[in-house]
Each structure stands twice: as C-alpha cells, then as structure tokens.
C-alpha cells in the first residue's frame, strides 16, 4: 500500500532522524509546547513530529528537520489562535483524574507523579480511585502539564502497567484532548475490550479510508470533517498505517 508513503510527504531521499533532534523536541514539549505546537511553528504535519519521537523512526526529510531545528519555546499567547480555544479548554476533574489514569497505565508510577506534582501520593491514589472532585480540581492545571510531557514518555513501571490493564484505563493516546475533559466522555481501552471484533473491524474501515484519502492529497482537517472524527484520530490512524508500512503488513 502506498498511502503511508504519501502520509509523511516523504520522497525516497530521507536521512536517519539525529538523536540531537529528538532532544529538541522533547526539551520543546518539556517546556509546555504540545506536539500540535511545534508542527505549527515548524509548518509541517504533525504526523511528522509523531514519527520522529517513535520507538523506531525510519528517517526524516532533511527540509523536514530544518524545519523543526527552527522551532524556539515562545508565550502561549503566541501560538496558532484557531487552535488556542480548544487546547487551553480549562481542565475538570474528570479529565484530571482520565490523565493520571492514562499516565499510570502507560507506566508511570502514582509515587513517580505525585513527586513530580508535589503533592501526597496518597492524594494521587484518591484521585485515581475515587470521584473526590475536590481533590481532582486543584491539580487540574499541573496534571494537563504533566500529561503534556508525559504522553509521548513510556513509563518503565510494569506494575503500574499492570494496575492499569486490570482496572482497563486507557492509555494517553486513546484519549482525544477534544473529549477527555468532557463529563459524559466514553472514550478508552475498557469500551474496545468489551467488542475487540466490532470497533477492530471499524478502526481498520476508517483506517482504509483515511489511506485513501490521503492519496487524493486531502488535508487532515478535510479528512477529519468527511468522516466526522477529530484531527487527532486521523494523526493516529496515518501513525498506525506507517507502522504497518513498515512492518510490511
């Protein structure tokens, strides 16, 4: 399949993605600049900056990581403002408590977050386990920070992992920052693993779509309005078709 091919804009000439690079991005994101950020400042899709921050980045393009060598920290007043309404949404409860749920099922430990919160771990263990909003609410703003830089991190604590596989929390990336704030939000691991075959089955439909579309050069604003899902799950599903490229499946 080419699409994934076309999802990169990528020609056949692609360098190894520098290590120093990487470091750039990540010291980006550790200073509060989200992943949409930096492709704003870069001009380029986010998609881009998703692969080179992957387990295994097959290559860049050299204007690509010119591109993303310019990017500097700048005031959050500063950023795209058709997009500044919906990423700086003030934080609930619910979506405090969504966060550090995803940050523990991706392996970071409520210990480990609590010190990095600077607060009791047993306030963490409350808000993960207990509707006590007027825990959640105060921590709200620190926790989005917190997931902001954390997201794209995978812990290295198994039995935080494990906690989150029992109790079926979704990991960070199940989670679209357009929903996760929401009350009546019902977005996660737990609603796939109780009909794998059925949303399987549709996620590979809306996958094959996306694949076509984007041959036909469609943005993914477009691509997001056709299908009626959100920018973030069309970057998911051009991430997911990459990594199936280069499996060779």
Known sequence: MSAPALIL???????AVPAKLRAHIRMLMANG??????????QIDSAVV????????????????????TVRLRPIQAHAPARESRRRRTPTASGTRRRLQALVAAGHSPVRLARALEIPATTVTAILFTDRD????????PVAHL????QMVRGEDQSA??????????????????RIDRPDANTGRSDRNNRPDELAELRAERQRAVAELVE?????????AHLRVTERTVQRDKIALCRLAAAGE
């Open 161 to 178: 992992e494990q906690l989150g596989q029992a109790h079926r929390w979704p990991r960070p990336f199940d989670w679209d920052e357009d």
């Open 33 to 42: 600049m989200r992943i949409n950020d930096i492709a704003d400042s870069a």
């Open 9 to 15: 804009d990528r020609p056949a000439t692609t360098i």
């Open 50 to 69: 998703y692969a080179v921050l992957g387990a295994n980045p097959r290559g860049i393009r050299p204007l690509h990581a010119r591109a993303l060598w």
């Open 216 to 224: 036909r050069k469609w943005s993914s604003a477009h691509i997001a």
């Open 134 to 141: 007027d825990l959640a609410q105060p921590v709200a703003e």
């Open 147 to 150: 997931f902001d830089k954390l």
